[in-house]
């Protein structure tokens, strides 16, 4: 009976490792999958978007088509959009310079001097906010009303005395007539403010880089980016620098929003630029996010800008006050900006609504080099020079 | 497809008695410890255990080369005139040169007999009963490294705050567990439910253990604590955080088996888990929906002479992972693309039992925890301590 038992036992233990080899055979391997559906190609080669780029958020409002793309281009570079026809998108937004301008801060086109740099706008359709400093302006059909509307400053000057003559413009124009009617088929009426806004919001949202070096090497050429600016990618998302803090992930700023973003956010920050008489004020003439709000912690908070084509878009910071990439580096390691004399005098290192994150560091000839050559990197010029997003008057 | 398979094999250190856990406490306090020099490590100090395609948290650090206080508890357990019993655990470990110490374990529980029947309620911070590979610890267990399955699936230690209510008739126990969620694979107060069935019985003259469980987590924003809460790396640079916010289901199976005759003593185990993550990842700026299968399986043989065991261990883990809503660039920068990465780690040790309190432990293992490691081999030498410091009986 004992040699039955246990010759049972060596059948259960001869079986159970049997079951063991199985088990290690047929063991599971591991995979992943990116689902894309149609939809989603579409829009991607609507926006021009690479397919390592995510898709950005379009407001069910105003779906995209191409022939609102189409429309909104011709709009972008047409002089008639501004109410004396001597300006349009364009002369603030050079695809050359990223869309950018050049200059310290432009100027409208009635003379008036704005205060504000003119922004690129690489990749502006993932912009969580829109402007410098506005945390209303949630889309772009929202902000596009300023600089097309506003009077103070004057821009292009649609103002309410202007408006109808500007939008009889495009009324009897005949290819703009078949435009209108292709870009917005259920409509009856004819141009509308609206129409001319949501077709530019169309056009804007394609004026998508994702195609530089840096791009390159995310996708896997290792060769992409020389060992100087390897150092420099580094160097910015290391605990010394701390750039990625603010500019980060796909756009390289945490103002971010694309379609899946759930836990949406609208940062602004202080950045030590200025302190006027040590009291946390910037200058009269432009406090940030405190004009709209008139609250002290919101004096000097400004929209941390996408980095993308940051070489293309000098000067930099929200008043062109920073001439090139190495002075605003040098800012940053100061902890901010010491102004000695004159009518902005204070010490933006001490600017009490400074982030936390600014700390200032130490930094040599050499990181500061890497780190603009790794900048440089983000420069796509597959954008700069694509026919799609260029002066269609030209062709 | 589901795959859920009750292995055949047996895991070593699940031949423990199997009844509810608390149903007959007696007042005693017990102390243990373990102590490992092993010859190398898997991960130096400057990296960070980012498995590709995984989304770990809890305690799954990876070991360190050299000598280390692997493990450290006090446990103690008051019966109090049999109306309701306290126990506790004082937990403690050594890593990089920090000791820390916590209460890791303190609870309340009653128990009543009804004829044939034990019910038993449990109140408190305590380890969940689901399985024995969700409580890891170097001096309850036979090796002195933690399961890849208690890493992958547990976060290595599961202890939580909660209510236990198990009901046990002869062999079989069948035990309900909710939890609060400080413990991965949930986060704080999103809560964890559990199911349990456990028999401890024989089959042809050897002792079988077999256990079935299931255990429902929710999790909103669930960051990986090992590298946000306390960082023991001398990396320069973070990683980006990333976050989970969704459902994780895990399944179980597990079966040992063992036999003695005479001094020789025989033993085999398995263990086979399932894990369903479905929600969203996301890190500062960008998201991916996720719906993912995570499967681990463990095979253990034991083979005993007198005070002399000789130990074969196998583990390894896979992911598939389906992904939406997201970009290529956003998986890469996230480490959760996983083109044929499993994590392996096979192992064999002999242990020898110097007396009822000591065993002396040496180890060899050969693993592969991230895609870009090359398999490398470790040998460790180390001891484990228990001792009851006091009892009542």
């Keep these: 009976m004992g040699n039955i038992s246990r010759c049972s036992s060596l059948n259960t233990y001869v079986f159970a490792l049997g079951v063991m080899c199985l088990l290690v055979a047929c063991s599971p391997e591991s995979s992943s999958e990116l689902i894309i559906d149609q939809n989603e190609t579409e829009l991607r080669n609507l926006l021009n978007l690479p397919e390592h780029m995510p898709l950005p ?339 | 497809m589901r795959i859920f398979i009750i292995s055949t094999g047996l895991v070593t250190s699940l031949v423990h008695a199997h009844a509810p856990s608390s149903a007959h406490v007696s007042t005693e306090i017990t102390a243990a410890a373990a102590f490992t020099w092993r010859s190398g490590e898997s991960l130096s100090r400057d990296e960070y255990w980012l498995p590709e395609g995984f989304l770990l948290g809890g305690e799954a650090m990876p070991y360190e080369k050299g000598a280390t206080l692997d493990d450290f508890q006090l446990l103690a357990s008051k019966n109090l005139n049999d109306a309701y019993f306290v126990r506790g655990k004082l937990s403690g470990h050594n890593h990089s040169g920090e000791n820390t110490l916590e209460v890791e374990n303190l609870w309340l529980g009653k128990s009543w007999q009804r004829q044939n029947q034990i019910w038993l309620i449990e109140v408190g911070k305590m380890a969940t009963e689901v399985t024995e590979t969700a409580n890891f610890h170097s001096s309850d267990d036979d090796f002195s490294q933690a399961h890849l399955l208690s890493d992958f699936f547990f976060g290595r230690h599961f202890d939580d705050t909660g209510l236990r209510v198990t009901w046990q008739q002869g062999d079989s126990t069948v035990g309900i567990e909710v939890f609060s969620g400080e413990n991965y694979p949930a986060s704080r107060g999103e809560y964890s439910q559990s199911i349990y069935f456990k028999k401890n019985t024989y089959l042809l003259g050897a002792q079988l253990d077999l256990g079935l469980f299931a255990m429902i987590s929710q999790a909103e924003r669930r960051a990986d604590e090992r590298y946000s809460a306390h960082n023991h790396n001398n990396a320069e640079q973070q990683p980006d955080q990333v976050f989970f916010t969704g459902d994780s289901k895990i399944w179980g199976s597990y079966v040992a088996l063992y036999y003695q005759i005479n001094h020789w003593q025989f033993g085999l185990g398995g263990e086979m888990i399932l894990l369903d993550n479905s929600g969203q990842v996301n890190q500062t700026t960008q998201s991916a929906n996720i719906d993912s299968e995570q499967t681990g399986i463990r095979l253990t043989g034991k083979l005993g002479y007198h005070a002399h065991e000789v130990l074969f261990d196998y583990q390894k883990v896979a992911i598939e992972n389906k992904f939406s809503k997201t970009s290529s660039s956003f998986l890469t920068s996230a480490n959760l693309f996983n083109q044929g990465f499993e994590p392996e780690r096979v192992r064999m040790s002999w242990l020898y039992h110097l007396n009822e309190h000591i065993l002396l432990r040496s180890e060899w293992s050969r693993e592969a925890l991230t895609a870009a490691m090359a398999k490398q081999n470790h040998i460790g030498f180390g001891l484990r301590w228990r001792y009851t410091l006091y009892s009542a009986h």
């Design chain 1, 57 to 395: 958020a379009v407001p069910e409002f105003n779906p995209i088509s191409a022939e609102k793309i189409k429309l909104g281009r011709f709009l972008f570079y047409d002089k008639s959009l501004s109410a004396n026809q001597t300006q349009s998108c364009n002369s603030c937004h050079f695809q050359s310079q990223a869309f950018a301008d050049g200059a310290q801060t432009p100027v409208g086109s009635t003379g008036h001097a704005l205060v504000r740099n003119s922004q690129g706008l690489s990749n502006v359709a993932f912009n969580a906010t829109f402007t410098w400093a506005n945390n209303g302006f949630l889309e772009l059909e929202d902000q596009l009303n300023v600089p097309i509307r506003a009077d103070d400053p004057i821009e292009l000057g649609v103002t309410d005395s202007h408006l109808a003559e500007v939008l009889t413009r495009f009324d009897v124009d005949p290819n703009y007539q078949k435009m209108f009617a292709e870009a917005f088929p259920d409509s009856e009426s004819g141009v509308t403010i609206n129409k001319i806004i949501f077709a530019l919001a169309s056009f804007v949202r394609t004026l998508n880089s994702g195609q530089s070096a840096y791009d390159n090497y995310l996708n896997g050429d290792k060769n992409a980016l020389t060992e100087q600016q390897k150092l420099g990618l580094k160097l910015f998302n290391g605990e010394k620098f701390e750039c990625f803090h603010c500019h980060t992930g796909i756009n390289f700023t945490v103002s971010y929003r694309d379609r899946n973003t759930t836990n949406l956010t609208y940062p602004f920050f202080n950045n030590g630029l200025y302190n006027l008489d040590d009291t946390g004020s910037y200058p009269e003439s432009d406090q940030g996010l405190y004009d709209l709000t008139s609250k002290d912690m919101d004096k000097g908070l400004f929209r941390p800008p996408s980095l993308r084509n940051i070489a293309l878009t000098a000067p930099y910071m929200h008043d062109g006050s920073l001439p090139t990439l190495r002075s605003v580096i040098e800012h940053y390691a100061r902890g901010g900006t010491l102004t000695a004399a004159g009518e902005n005098m204070g010490d933006g290192r001490l600017n009490p609504n400074k982030s936390a994150l600014l700390n200032g560091f130490d930094a040599t000839d050499e990181e500061i080099d890497a780190l603009i050559a790794f900048l440089e990197s983000l420069t796509d010029y597959n954008f700069i020079y694509n026919k799609k997003l260029s002066d269609p008057f030209k062709e």
